[in-house]
């Protein structure tokens, strides 16, 4: 379909716009010859003046192709392989992926924050989402409060750079819901944080649907009986109710027969009048009296209610605690009745004993997921707070002014809310299952120590603009779905010192290789804890010994001050508040075994990059895959292996 509107934007300047019509040839192992495709086609002269910039238009939405995240990686590997008709072009690409790919180059989640994700952050000056169709399967997982921060930040951007979108391509924000629906013998569940309505919520709704349709058609075969019966369960109930007011009401005060008698009989004008004067003979009583209206109300309210029961054929035994104890024909077990006399008139006992167990399994799933999401926001936060705590302590130490006994004081706290979040995450974990190590760490990425999101280490929360809608009937065939992603990347020269290649071989082709090893271990092993990742960087170096060499590593571990704490010394007070001496590092105890590796920024593992690469392990492309637990093919070792 693009091809139609390529051509006719070829039309309006055919000298700088040409389309041709390649068709592209996808091998399993070479995937496509990147190099040789735009080898055919970029000129190898261009007329002064022209900038050198390519856009690359693909769809790989195609079932033959593999892997396309991949694909659109290996193009950014050839582009900093620098080779070819193309090696001082700018390439920019606007490809068309299935969402699944998509969210692999630009996720939404930490959990798929892996290799070409973190290729693309490291590569693009600007990579975002153009358009997509609906995608809501992978809005869900990273939880209503993030999706709702991200999209109000995007909006007060589009609001500030005057970006409107068409209003046939805005897309409906996902449903929501904050209170499980009551069901049998259960209370509603309300939920401390919303969430947005997924599968689990839709079946628990389908069930809901199919077990209330069998109430409802008892009910309309039974409907006088049962309101019959409610009604009388209902004006039972305000008795209990009243009864149990009446109850407290003389628990709290004892009136002496003489007072109670005279209100009781105060219709009457003789007996009023009697009241009068045991009131007048007792006017210490009297402030007692007033107080005890509401008391004399509730009984008269008693014995009018009695009247009502008495037409129902209920005989009321006593107003005291045997009143209160009948629980017999209360409104609850009338409803009780209700569903269990409904299930009984279904077609097979079968039937409706299966249609009532996935009811309830569907509802206790549904309130399982919410209380787990609960827990997991919670501790969330609590690990935000844990990261601002390190932060101002950090500062409290180097600042020379602060007192020895504030930063204890600091340092202790932190300690006590590590120790709480430690076992609160071991009984969540019961509870919340895997879920609940995603979730902690979406928070921690997006919200980091500030609690803002405008520092977030995801691309997709710095998108200009929300993705277009593409609409169901706009793709082939039905019912597929595809993501359009534009990348932009940095200059050359600036990608060439991100990925330390101007100084790490004598091959640059080599340095290139090594390189993107690097980063894609880093990918490959996103889910590991930094201590693993470190140990194979660096093995036999402590933390603090990698922290100095990584300085952007020390605001991403866990940490706290070692004990005994010491005040600051001379050296460091002598330095800048801002640039802790070497030795400032030495005086925390790191846990990166707390932290994954998928939660580092970019730059901080660039860093590390840079770093290792100036390591004994990194002098060739083969120890650098071998020492990091990779297997270097002959495809990955590439010609250059055999060059003399």
């Given at each position: ?15 700088k ?11 399993s ?9 735009l ?33 659109w990686?290996?193009?950014v590997?050839?582009s ?14 606007l ?51 993030l ?22 391509r ?73 009864a149990?007011?009446l ?13 109670v ?10 007996e009023?009048k ?25 009984r008269?309210?008693?014995l ?14 006593s ?14 077990v ?75 004081r ?9 120790k ?8 969540a ?25 405008k ?7 710095h ?54 090893s ?28 990698v ?13 706290q ?15 800048s ?19 994954t ?20 392990n ?27």
């Amino acid at each position: 379909m693009y091809h139609k509107y390529l051509n006719e934007f070829s039309q309006k300047d055919k000298e700088k716009i040409q389309v041709h019509k390649e068709k592209v040839h996808y091998g399993s192992l070479h995937g496509i010859g990147w190099l040789e495709l735009l080898d055919t086609y970029v000129p190898a002269e261009v007329p002064p003046g022209m900038p050198k910039d390519l856009l690359v238009i693909a769809n790989l939405t195609d079932r033959a192709f593999k892997n396309a995240s991949r694909i659109w990686a290996a193009l950014v590997g050839h582009s900093l392989l620098n080779r070819g008709r193309f090696s001082d072009w700018n390439v920019r690409t606007l490809m068309i992926f299935p969402q699944e790919e998509a969210e692999s180059i630009l996720p939404r989640s930490i959990r798929n924050r892996r290799k070409v994700a973190i290729l693309n952050e490291a590569y693009s000056r600007q990579s975002f989402i153009v358009a997509e169709t609906d995608n809501t399967e992978n809005v869900i997982p990273r939880g209503y409060e993030l999706v709702e921060k991200s999209a109000a930040l995007v909006a007060q951007r589009m609001a500030e750079n005057q970006i409107i979108l068409p209003q046939l391509r805005i897309r409906d924000t996902p449903e929501s819901y904050a209170e499980v629906p009551a069901g049998p013998r259960t209370e509603p569940y309300a939920a401390k944080y919303p969430l947005f309505v997924g599968e689990p919520f839709k079946e628990f709704l389908e069930k809901k649907d199919l077990y209330e349709g069998i109430i409802n058609g008892y009910y309309k075969k039974h409907g006088g009986t049962i309101e019959a019966e409610l009604a009388y369960a209902r004006a039972r109930a305000r008795v209990v109710h009243i009864a149990k007011e009446l109850a407290k009401q003389q628990i709290e005060l004892t009136l002496t027969n003489t007072i109670v008698q005279a209100k009781l009989n105060a219709a009457d004008f003789e007996e009023a009048k009697l009241y009068k004067e045991i009131v007048k003979k007792n006017p210490k009583m009297k402030k007692l009296v007033d107080r005890r209206r509401n008391f004399f109300k509730l009984r008269a309210q008693v014995l009018h209610l009695a009247g009502d029961l008495a037409k129902l054929e209920l005989q009321v035994y006593s107003y005291e605690e045997k009143f209160l104890k009948s629980k017999v024909h209360s409104l609850k077990v009338a409803e009780e009745r209700l569903y269990r006399e409904a299930l009984k008139q279904y077609s097979t006992d079968k039937q409706a004993s299966k249609i009532s167990r996935d009811y309830s399994r569907a509802r206790a799933s549904v309130v399982h997921l919410a209380k787990a999401a609960d827990a997991a926001v919670d501790l969330a936060k609590q690990q935000i707070e844990i990261a601002s705590l390190e932060e101002k302590l950090a500062k409290a130490k180097l600042d020379p002014t602060t007192e020895l006994v504030e930063i204890e004081r600091q340092n202790s706290i932190l300690v006590n809310l590590r120790k709480e979040f430690t076992e609160q995450s071991s009984e969540a974990l019961i509870h919340a299952s895997r879920k609940l190590p995603n979730l902690v760490n979406d928070y921690r990425v997006a919200l980091g120590a500030s609690g803002d999101i405008k520092d977030s280490r995801l691309l997709w929360d710095h998108r200009p603009f929300e993705p277009l809608y593409i609409h169901p009937k706009e793709v082939m065939p039905k019912g597929s779905g595809c993501t359009i992603v534009y990348s932009e990347p940095e200059p050359k020269e600036r990608l060439f010192e991100k990925f330390a290649i101007d100084n790490t071989h004598d091959r640059h082709d080599e340095a290139v290789e090594m390189a993107l090893s690097v980063v894609g271990t880093f990918g490959i092993r996103a889910r590991e804890t930094v201590a693993d990742m470190l140990d194979k960087l660096f093995p036999g170096q402590s933390t603090a010994e990698v922290v100095k060499l990584v300085p952007e590593l020390f605001d991403c571990i866990p940490k706290q001050l070692r004990l005994p704490i010491t005040k600051a010394t001379s050296d460091s007070t002598a330095t800048s508040p801002t640039t802790p001496p070497p030795s400032f590092y030495d005086e925390f105890e790191y846990m990166p075994d707390q932290i994954t590796l998928q939660c580092l920024p970019v730059s901080a593992l660039l860093s590390l990059l840079k770093a290792y690469l100036n390591t004994p392990n990194a002098r060739s492309f083969l120890q650098v895959n071998r020492s990091l637990g990779g297997s270097a093919t002959l495809f990955a070792l590439r010609s250059w292996v055999f060059e003399a």
